[in-house]
C-alpha cells in the first residue's frame, strides 16, 4: 500500500503566471499609447497657426513694396506698392520645397531645383508649373489677418487676388 504525502501548495505566482500577466501589462501600455496618440490626432488644428487664420500684424507694420515671412503661418505677406496685401505659401510648386525670398533680386528662388518667382509668386524660370499658392488675406480693425486653412491655386496674378485697405 502506498501513501500519498500532500505537498503543500505554493504560495505566489508561478512563472506561467507572471509572464501572461507581463503580456496582459504589455498590451494595456501599448494600447493607451495607440489611443492617447489617436486622440492627439483628431483633435482640430488651433487656429492660431498654420492650418487656421493667422494673425499677421497690424497694417503699418508692413510698408508698401515689403515682402515679409509671417512663419507661424508658413507664408509670405507682400504689400504691393497700391497698399493692397498679398499672401503666399512659402511652398514650392513643383515639389513642395521652402521658397525663400531674396531681398537684393526681389524675388523668390527655390533652392531645390531652380524655380524663380517674382514678388506676386508667378514664375519667372525653373520647373514649377504654376505661380505660389495664395491664401485669403482679410483686414480687421487695422489688422491683417490671413487664412492658411484654405490655399488656393492659381495661374496668373489678378489684382483680385490681393485684400485692399
Known amino acids: ?3 500519498h504525502v500532500a505537498q503543500p501548495k505554493k504560495s505566489g505566482v508561478n512563472r506561467r503566471q507572471f509572464i501572461g500577466i507581463a503580456w496582459l501589462g504589455t498590451l494595456v501600455v501599448l494600447g493607451g499609447q495607440v489611443l492617447a496618440s489617436l486622440l492627439k490626432f483628431i483633435q482640430p488644428v488651433a487656429a492660431s497657426g498654420f ?11 508692413f510698408a508698401p513694396g515689403s515682402v515679409s515671412l509671417i512663419k507661424t503661418g508658413r507664408f509670405y505677406l507682400y504689400r ?9 505659401w512659402q511652398k514650392c510648386t513643383h515639389l513642395g520645397c521652402s521658397v525663400p525670398y531674396l531681398e ?6 527655390c ?7 517674382d514678388r506676386t509668386g508667378v514664375v519667372l524660370g525653373g520647373p514649377a508649373p504654376r505661380p505660389l499658392d495664395t491664401f485669403p488675406v482679410s483686414i480687421k480693425n487695422g489688422e491683417v489677418f490671413v487664412d492658411t486653412g484654405n490655399p488656393a491655386q492659381r495661374e496668373k496674378f ?5 485684400a485692399k485697405v
Open 104 to 109: 537684393k533680386a526681389k524675388q523668390f528662388e
Open 111 to 117: 533652392p531645390c531645383h531652380g524655380s524663380v518667382f
Open 158 to 162: 489678378d489684382p483680385s487676388q490681393t
Open 51 to 61: 492650418g487656421g487664420v493667422v494673425r499677421a500684424g497690424k497694417v503699418d507694420e
Open 80 to 88: 504691393l506698392e497700391n497698399g493692397s496685401f498679398l499672401a503666399m
Open 1 to 3: 500500500m502506498t501513501i
